[in-house]
């Protein structure tokens, strides 16, 4: 059995193809930059390419004889490209029917494609099951819940995974709970006149990584779509309150509003429970103080080069 990450470099594809490799698999990441020689993992072949190369992905999946996909390449945040919607179609969209074309013709037996919450928009429910109406409220949502409709309907064994905001060690795009952490440890002022109030199911790196691998490995999907996140709401103003403890001495103010993210209550993960056997272990306070511990060693790390 060999495993296809599709975005094997990015944030949760790091760390997916290092928690696949852990556990004995044969994987193959596929993004378009790979690692240098020494943060290459035993039993994980790179190879570069673009997510909407058909010819480079059928010859990899007939060459490595790929049964499972991960398709997790593409436009990743909901605040990039806000002023070109064009690339975030053309990129998702596009780059989710080739790897699903790529799949159908070499008969991979399971596809598991990343989507996101933000296939809900914003919504007052308290607790938002996979049946609340799906409603983009701006490209990259859009975007998502066009690919969820491909997926269901290519006529690939397959499910889409509706990830709530995730955050951990690696993340490179816009994370309010990194930039908090970051300006902290680095002695910086953080003085926002919003965000206090937006509220959002963060789950931690470890967690969804779990999740994503118990959907590639289980026989038992009895769904096509399925949350993935904390199972609980944060307001921001939480996540606030834990980093002025972790760090007293730092100066941290955040006003009232949003951070500009959708409105979203907390992710009903039933589902997933019931079918994966899996269920997130890390609450927001032990994953912000893993967090933060990951981030002070790579200051030292800096400090020493």
């Known amino acids: 059995m060999t495993i296809l990450v599709v ?3 990015g944030f949760i594809g790091t760390h997916i193809v290092s928690y696949l490799c852990g556990m004995g698999h044969r994987v193959v990441s596929y993004s378009p930059s790979i690692p240098g020689p020494s943060q290459r993992l035993d039993g994980c072949h790179y190879v570069e390419g673009d997510v909407t190369e058909l010819g480079t992905l059928c010859q990899i999946m007939k060459e490595f004889r790929v049964t499972k996909v991960f398709h997790n390449a593409g436009i990743s945040h909901p605040k990039l490209y806000p002023d070109n919607p064009y690339k975030i ?16 013709l070499n008969h991979v037996e ?20 996979e049946e609340e109406r799906l409603h983009g409220e701006h490209p990259y949502g859009a975007s998502k819940v066009a ?24 993340r490179q795009m816009d994370c309010p709970i990194r930039t908090l952490l970051y300006n902290a440890i ?7 006149n919003n965000g206090s109030d937006q509220r959002l ?34 307001r921001f103003s939480t996540i606030v309150g834990i980093v002025k403890s972790l760090y007293p001495d730092c100066i941290l103010q955040v006003g009232p509003g949003d951070l500009g993210y959708d409105s979203l209550g907390a992710l009903k993960i ?28 790579q200051r030292e790390q800096e400090d020493q080069a």
């Not at 931690?204 to 609980?232: F, P, Q, S």
Request: a negative charge.
């Open 147 to 170: 690919c969820e409709e491909i997926v269901r309907n290519y006529g690939i064994p397959s499910v889409s995974l509706r990830a709530s905001f995730v955050y951990g060690p690696g």
């Open 89 to 104: 179609y053309r990129v998702n969209v596009t780059g989710t029917l080739t790897v699903l074309e790529a799949a159908r």
């Open 270 to 297: 039933d589902r997933a429970r019931e079918d994966f056997n899996w269920k997130p272990d890390i609450d927001i306070e032990a994953g912000i103080r893993q967090y933060a511990s990951w981030l002070e060693k």
């Open 110 to 129: 399971k596809f598991v494609h990343m989507s996101s919450a933000g296939v809900y928009g914003n919504t007052s429910a308290e607790l938002v099951g």
């Open 186 to 192: 680095h002695g910086i002022p953080t003085i926002w």
């Open 7 to 9: 975005g094997g470099s």
């Open 201 to 234: 199911d963060f789950i931690y790196i470890e967690d969804m990584v779990r999740a994503i691998g118990c959907a590639l490995l289980t026989d038992n999907w009895k769904y096509t779509e399925y949350n993935i996140g904390a199972g609980k709401e944060i």
